[in-house]
């Protein structure tokens, strides 16, 4: 499986390189654009740093007791110490980071990972008791329940989507019983109705998804500059650098939005070769979670696989306004500190089960699907 | 080693992996269609959309129209008012709160507040934060000095309502007020947060003084607002390039502002100053007619309020503000009721940028070094609008006495009735009357007294009007006019009815009559419905439940003066006089003249009038004294000596004057309130007055109110 970790690198490792690109880019509006280059080149450095880390631990001891136990724990005490006031830092009334030194951290970064994690172990040792109901079914539901609530209750609600979205194609994959997920779906979604029915913010970005030019003043001004910025870019983009939207008229430009900043300046060759990268990236992962030397390694470089995947396809359709404006960083791409380096760590763990896979069958079942 | 060697496999492994796969496949694809869409096909509608969201109309204030004296002089006009705002956006983040501590510095705005407004608008970093409303020039050129130090801070200039005068004429003047949203639905051509007049001129021509309110089509900057920017002269503009250097503005798209019409005054405004000088610490009114055509030259009514504390009452301060800025007349509740420094002075019409820092500095309060309104401002503000604890013994200073406070006339009802009388022939001016000091009904029961307990003897009715005999009226009003003629003459001459001044929130008064009695005490029994006799002697003399304004007096005065027709005051010059047909004659209007002027000369020959305080050699001052009872006089008899009776019981002191040969003819009436006499109290205000006016204008021909167009849309 050499190949496929070659593949998983050399991708990753591009879109590393147009993120940091991108980001010098949108930050180059007046104030400190070199300072954030520096910034970002430290994150992506101490990723790989973190990636060579991961990739050369045997991924089996993550399923040791004390280590995921710790893991575990460590994430839910983040979570829950981020929520005191003090503690965590408040950033657009959302209290999601803790300062540390001259750098915020983001525990919920750190929780999805513990989240994959408990769950490929449970999923693992539950195996036999995969199509029952209370040992099969509920336990995964709660431990996901937990950790996304506490993400939730530190305002985020793009987080917690991802976690739950991760937490039901490992327990599909893992064999759980495809009716109570089906049946589980209309309990999530009236949960999530209700969390965006009581929030008057998160109504109105809903009816401005359905009708951005409605709100054009507030909440649907981001998306309808999102679109100005993908209609800017056409078919080859104005070039790096040469975008006009980041300049105060596409908030976020180069954090959550950098996509629409990749559509004016790359064009939709830069889009769709974005696109591309990530269905490469993440069908060669796939494969390698389809040829782990077990069941363990399969659902953790699933799981992970499934994360960023997902979170990838989600803001992208976003921000080209297919999806209800909800703000989380495109994988590799965007800046933020926490999300990269974790990003990177995981990589570094589907490298490991990668490189330990068995040798490929002739018929590989997963490969042919993806 | 824990796990299986076959990873995933169990039955239908295959199927939900192609599952995930076409899931995930199909999203990707509906991704690329869109960015099809997006970046090749609906490129030039999506662009097109997109540049048009970015115009965005940016609402250019009209100012309200400028309220002129009947000299020309402004009463009320808009100054540039500068807000200084920080838009966080602009200022890099680490710098913020440099920023915020440079501008305490600078201009006193609390960092922590600065900071926390900072930070409740942290998801649009290019909203305009207020930093501070209405600074002074000086720090206004402060902030402009240190602007290198203060990236994202801004000015905004926008036109602000000034009352040159301050408390002189305020209650006429009226305040403003921030609209409601009932108005805002049902008016056209009104925008959120503009502020409305509530009462007085300002409330009664808030159409004619309301602009139109332009705008100019700007290129909105990110989530927030396009930079209101001012140059080095104050000059507002917009920040016209972004740092793109694209275009802000856009061509061709802008309407000019236009300013809400000018109000002409009928008003005086020396003598305005002048009446409320002279009534000083009294709680009264003086009111001063053209007596030929019913134009205000003064409305004067203490104590007033100075309107310019509800415009620089800054309406988005956070309410903790409290907390920062410690109560300045804590402890000390008198402080509020002595003059601060700003009201001894005269109030002089200041002139350009002079008055906005005068503005800022009374906002004040004088003494603190702050430039902010608010503390003395939110206080004085709570207490005028009755949000304050009342205090009773603190007359309310929102009610303009003149027109909408109601008092019993006393005896200067005599000059009604005495016309009424005189009209009707009941009398004529050989009628008398004995006055023995006492009245009674039919010879017998209870005594009405005359003021003068010895007795006037027999007098006429001149002689009952220069000495206010009050038995000659018992008997004019219970025997010879009787209740109904009263009531049939009152509804004549305007009494118990507005006069129609424009101004809102006039009171009506109340001439009692049967009528009024027995609907009064409907359901009651039929004794306590009925009207008796003694009730018809109270009234003549001006007691008894009968209320006036002065403002009602000064129109009868006009009366007397004029030939006999009844005035319609007006402050609007473009209203222009409106009066009834003659209602009495000459013969009579000879008769009442000859006793009012009596009552002015001052000694021998015959004895000394009441009013003989007014008396003006070489110039022919009418006039009637009034000394209206506002207690029992059992009451009164209570205390031995009159200087023993508590302010409260003491009576209204009322003198009704008018001159009759000078133009304009002086229609006067003085009110004030617990004054004891009307000889005493009032009086000498009337003759300050007649001198001061005349003294002034010598021989006036501006007099002569413009006779504009009349028409309808004066009206609200």
């Not at chain 2, 061509?251 to 002279?278: F, N, S, W």
């Amino acid at each position: 499986m050499k190949h496929e970790t070659t593949i998983v690198l050399s991708l990753v490792a591009a879109l590393s390189l147009v993120g940091v690109l991108m980001v010098y880019s949108a930050s180059a509006v007046g104030g400190d654009a070199v300072g954030m280059l520096h910034r970002e080149l430290f994150f992506v450095l101490i990723g790989l740093v973190f990636m060579t880390l991961s990739a050369r631990f045997d991924y089996h001891r993550w399923n040791d007791r004390w280590i995921y136990r710790s893991v575990t724990g460590l994430a839910l005490a983040l979570l829950l110490i981020v929520l005191v006031p003090g503690i965590g830092v408040k950033v657009d009334g959302a209290r999601r980071w803790m300062q540390i030194g001259g750098f915020r951290f983001q525990p919920s970064e750190f929780a999805k990972f513990a989240l994959i994690l408990l769950l490929a172990v449970k999923l693992n040792e539950n195996r036999e008791y995969a199509k029952r109901l209370f040992r099969g079914f509920l336990p995964p539901v709660g431990i996901a329940c937990v950790f996304a609530g506490l993400v939730l209750a530190e305002r985020d609600l793009g987080i917690p989507a991802m976690m739950i979205g991760t937490a039901g194609a490992m327990m599909f994959l893992g064999g759980v019983r495809w009716q109570f997920l089906l049946l589980s779906v209309a309990p999530g979604a009236a949960g999530l109705f209700a969390l965006v029915w009581f929030a008057p913010h998160r109504l109105r970005r809903l009816f401005a998804f359905i009708n951005p030019w409605d709100y054009r003043d507030d909440a649907g001004w981001q998306l309808i500059q999102s679109f100005a910025a993908f209609a800017r870019g056409s078919l080859l983009g104005r070039g790096v650098g040469a975008g006009e939207q980041k300049h105060g008229y596409l908030p976020a430009a180069h954090t959550d939005f950098i996509f629409p900043v990749i559509g004016e300046e790359l064009g939709l060759v830069g889009t769709l070769a974005i696109v591309i990268v990530f269905a490469c990236l993440a069908r060669t992962a796939y494969r390698i979670a389809a040829n782990a030397p077990d069941r363990f390694g399969a659902l953790l470089a699933s799981g992970i696989t499934t994360m960023f995947t997902m979170q990838a396809v989600f803001i992208m359709m976003v921000t080209t306004g297919l999806l209800p404006t909800k703000g989380l960083p495109l994988p590799f791409i965007s800046y933020g500190g926490t999300a990269l380096v974790m990003q990177l760590t995981l990589i570094g763990i589907l490298i490991n089960v990668g490189l330990q896979a068995r040798a490929p069958e002739p018929t590989p079942l997963l490969v042919h699907a993806v | 080693m824990p796990g299986s060697k076959k990873p995933l496999r169990y039955e239908g492994v295959e199927l939900r992996v192609q599952l995930v796969a076409l899931l995930m496949t199909l999203a990707l694809s509906v991704l690329c269609l869109q960015l099809w869409r997006l970046q090749m096909v609906h490129l030039a509608e999506f662009r097109a959309l997109a540049e048009d969201n970015r115009v965005w109309p940016k609402r250019l204030k009209s100012e309200r129209g400028v309220i002129y004296a009947n000299d020309g002089t402004v009463l009320a006009d808009n100054r540039a008012s500068a807000d200084v705002v920080l838009v966080p956006g602009e200022c890099p983040k680490e710098r913020l709160p440099g920023v915020c501590e440079s501008l305490e510095r600078i201009i006193e705005a609390p960092a922590d507040l600065t900071l926390a407004k900072i930070q409740e608008s942290a998801g649009e970093p290019f909203t305009q934060i207020t930093v501070k409303r209405d600074v002074s020039k000086s720090a206004l050129m402060r902030v402009e000095e240190h602007s290198y130090d203060l990236p994202g801070v801004f000015t905004v200039v926008h036109p602000q309502r000034r009352y040159r005068y301050g408390k002189t004429a305020g209650q006429v003047l009226g305040y403003l007020n921030e609209i409601t949203q009932e108005e805002f639905d049902s008016w056209d051509n009104y925008s959120k947060g503009d502020l409305v007049g509530r009462s007085g001129l300002e409330g009664r021509y808030e159409k004619w003084l309301h602009g139109r309110d332009g705008y100019m089509h700007v290129t909105k900057y990110a989530a927030g607002l396009p930079q209101l920017r001012t140059d080095a002269r104050g000059v507002p503009y917009i920040a016209e390039r972004d740092s793109l250097g694209n275009t802000l503005e856009e061509e061709g798209m802008r309407q000019e502002p236009a300013a809400g019409k000018p109000l002409h005054l009928t008003l005086d405004i020396q003598l305005q100053t002048y009446c409320e000088e002279i009534l000083g610490n009294e709680t009264g009114a003086i009111v001063v007619l053209d007596g030929d055509t019913g134009a205000v030259l003064a409305l004067a009514s203490m104590p007033g309020y100075d309107p310019n504390i509800f415009v620089n009452r800054d309406f988005g301060a956070p309410k903790r503000k409290k907390k920062t800025e410690p109560k300045e007349n804590a402890g000390a509740p008198d402080a509020q009721t002595a003059p601060g420094p700003e009201e001894k002075e005269t109030p002089k019409p200041a002139d350009g940028q002079e008055a906005s820092n005068a503005q800022a500095a009374a906002g004040s309060g004088g003494a603190a070094p702050t430039a902010d309104s608010t503390p003395r401002g939110n206080d004085e503000l709570r207490e005028l609008l009755g949000l304050a604890k009342p205090d009773p013994s603190r007359p309310n200073r929102m009610i303009h006495r003149g027109y909408a406070g109601q008092y019993p006339p006393g005896s200067i009802f005599k000059v009604f009735l005495a016309a009424a009388a005189l009209e009707e022939g009941l009398i004529t001016p050989e009628t008398t009357f004995f006055c023995p000091g006492h009245f009674q009904i039919g010879g017998k029961g209870n005594s009405w007294y005359c003021w003068r307990h010895s007795g006037h003897g027999s007098v006429t009715v001149v002689e009952a009007l220069a000495y206010s005999c009050d038995v000659f009226f018992y008997n004019v009003g219970l025997n010879k006019l009787g209740v109904e003629r009263i009531a049939k003459w009152a509804h004549k001459l305007g009494m118990s009815e507005k006069t129609g001044i424009d101004l809102p929130g006039e009171m009506p008064g109340l001439i009692p009559d049967p009528e009024w009695k027995r609907l009064l005490n409907k359901g009651k029994p039929v004794w306590e419905q009925n009207w008796h006799p003694g009730e018809t002697v109270n009234l003549s003399i001006g007691q008894g439940g009968a209320t006036t304004t002065p403002l009602q007096n000064a129109v009868l005065m006009a009366s007397i003066l004029n030939g006999g027709v009844r005035v319609r005051p007006y402050l609007n010059q473009e209203l222009g006089p409106q009066n009834s047909e003659r209602l009495f004659s000459e013969a009579t209007l000879a008769t009442v003249i000859k006793g009012m002027r009596l009552c002015v000369e001052d000694g021998p020959p015959a004895p000394s009038g009441t009013g003989h305080v007014a008396y003006t050699p070489g110039m022919a001052v009418l006039g009637k004294t009034g000394s209206a009872q506002v207690v029992s006089l059992k009451v009164q008899k209570m205390f031995k000596r009159p200087e023993d009776v508590p302010r409260k019981y003491r009576e209204h002191a009322w003198f009704v004057a008018g001159v009759l040969d000078r133009q304009p003819k002086l229609a006067i009436c003085v009110l004030v309130e617990h004054g004891f006499h009307g000889a005493e109290a009032a009086a000498p205000l009337a003759k300050k007055v007649i001198d001061f006016y005349y003294a002034k204008t010598g021989s006036r021909e501006t007099m002569t109110a413009r006779q504009g167009d009349t028409d309808g849309d004066v009206l609200r």
